[in-house]
């Protein structure tokens, strides 16, 4: 049984409506900032009482305006929907970005709600809980967040859960390798017949195939089992909350 007591769905759309009906806390990305430079809600959230507010990447072209008075306006509607907390879906890392998230760091750790950022734009700031993928494809899972719990502090490391399924050639030269979906995923594996197999410090499976040219690959991907087995391995370290794209959390839940 996959360990989801400390699941947060990360929903949009009619994706909310399902997972209202898991019983399971819930991320709403439903606040955003105007080109303009003011805080707006796009959808309201199904269940205020049982969520985080998600508030997306600022547009490129933001307008000049008073960090504070975002910081206040953030907290405003934190506390006038009753929500949990505030999840900055921010994903890229620049000085207007940097500006911002202090400014919402300070004014939600003075108001005593939960913030949470992901690592790569989150980890200069001093409250905000820490984010880090799941979807590694080198080392091993249970270092990467003890490494994590050491340097920031055990409560604030969160995970996201991210399945990983891609196609690297052999040597590679980047972290990353071709994104395959998992219907090209099982035409590959029927075409090579190639085994998979678990490996233990990425929690994931993987094969080796050859293509026509000669050149080495391995396929290296997440299915329910490593899944369940990585939620496993967070709640060892007792990583406190796991966000998952409620897709992908869908076949871990227990029937509603």
């Known amino acids: 049984m996959a360990h989801t007591e400390n699941l947060i769905l990360v929903c949009t759309g009619r994706d909310a409506v399902c997972a209202a009906r898991r019983g399971l806390p819930a991320l709403h990305l439903c606040l955003r900032l105007s080109p303009g430079g003011a805080l707006q809600r796009t959808q309201s959230p199904t269940a205020p009482a049982r969520c985080l507010l998600g508030l997306c990447d600022p547009p490129g072209e933001l307008a000049d305006c008073s960090a504070e008075r975002l910081a206040a306006d953030l907290v405003f509607e934190v506390q006038r929907a009753n929500a949990l907390g505030v999840f900055a879906d921010f994903e890229h890392d620049t000085p207007r970005t940097r500006m911002l998230l202090t400014a919402f760091d300070s004014a939600l750790h003075r108001a005593e709600l939960p913030f949470y950022v992901p690592l790569a734009c989150g980890h200069t700031l001093a409250h905000a809980v820490l984010t880090a993928s799941t979807a590694l494809s080198g080392g091993s899972l249970t270092s990467y967040f003890s490494s994590l719990q050491q340097r920031y502090g055990a409560a604030r490391v969160a995970a996201f859960l991210q399945p ?25 594996l029927a075409h090579t017949g190639a085994q998979p197999f678990f490996s233990r410090e990425l929690c994931a499976k993987y094969f080796t195939y050859t293509d026509a040219d000669g050149q080495a690959h391995f396929v290296l991907f997440d299915d329910t089992s490593t899944l369940e087995a990585k939620l496993t391995q967070l709640a060892d370290l007792s990583v406190p909350t796991v966000f998952a794209l409620y897709p992908d959390a869908e076949p871990l839940l227990a029937p509603p």
């Not at 690297?168 to 219907?183: D, Y």
């Open 164 to 188: 990983v399924s891609q196609d690297f050639t052999v040597p590679s030269s980047t972290p990353n390798g071709k994104p395959l979906s998992p219907a090209a995923r099982g035409e590959l």
